[in-house]
């Protein structure tokens, strides 16, 4: 199963107005990273917070984590129609070196 | 640095034909990931290596997929016979070290008919 779940699995917004997704999971973790995913392209790394660090910014984008509930939470702030793709979270337990992916938020920012 | 480079992007084929996948990694990277993507199961792991040798295959669907990295720089995931369940973008990612970002390749959509 999923590690990471992602909510809400869609939204939608107008351009400018902020977006934030949350991110859950179920095991310890050595860090959570984003992810972004233009249609029908790879995925690109966004930012990753290590399980010691509890707010983590680059440009307009602010990440959260709370270990004691397993959740983050990814803003984008003064959103621009550009943003429009699809997020993902995904966590690298404390062993090993696979990230498990959760299923991703799609985000449409409307001009 | 190209990025993570993988071929074909597209590859349509016929149930039961061989099918490979091929990728080659950001030079220095010691860590080589295959995924695989569908509406239904999302994005999924089926392997990774480390310097060149496999370290967690238990996401390999079945015995008709295979991966394999001769040398730091190429690996090739191969699926003999293909089937249309398998049909999928399958994605290539490097990084280094264990811990670090991921980067990955643009995909390559197959399909199997």
């Known amino acids: 199963s999923q590690q990471g779940e992602e909510d809400p699995q869609a939204l939608s917004i107008q351009e400018g107005e902020n977006a934030t997704m949350n991110c859950s999971y179920k095991t310890s973790i050595n860090n959570l990273q984003w992810y972004r995913q233009n249609s029908g392209r790879g995925l690109v790394h966004l930012i990753l917070?290590?399980?010691?660090?509890r707010e983590k910014h680059s440009g307009r984008l602010r990440v959260t984590l709370d270990t004691s509930k397993k959740s983050s939470s990814l803003l984008i702030t003064a959103s621009r129609a550009a943003d429009t793709a699809s997020y993902f979270c995904?966590?690298?337990?404390?062993?090993?070196?696979?990230?498990?992916f959760g299923e991703g938020t799609q985000l449409t920012v409307n001009p | 640095d190209a990025g993570v480079i993988q071929s074909p992007r597209h590859e349509v084929t016929e149930m039961g034909q061989e099918v490979t996948l091929r990728c080659k990694p950001i030079s220095g990277h010691d860590y080589l990931f295959w995924y695989r993507q569908t509406m239904m199961r999302g994005l999924e792991l089926l392997i990774y290596?480390?310097?060149?040798?496999?370290?967690?295959d238990s996401g390999m669907p079945e015995d008709r997929f295979s991966a394999k990295m001769p040398n730091a720089s190429f690996s090739t995931l191969k699926i003999q016979p293909s089937e249309p369940r398998d049909s999928a973008v399958y994605f290539c990612?490097?990084?280094?070290?264990?811990?670090?970002?991921?980067?990955f390749g643009p995909g390559t959509r197959l399909t199997v008919l």
């Open positions: 290596f480390n310097n060149n040798v496999p370290i967690d």
């Open positions: 917070i290590r399980s010691n660090e």
């Open positions: 995904a966590t690298k337990e404390t062993s090993g070196s696979r990230l498990t």
């Open positions: 990612a490097s990084t280094v070290g264990a811990h670090n970002e991921q980067f």
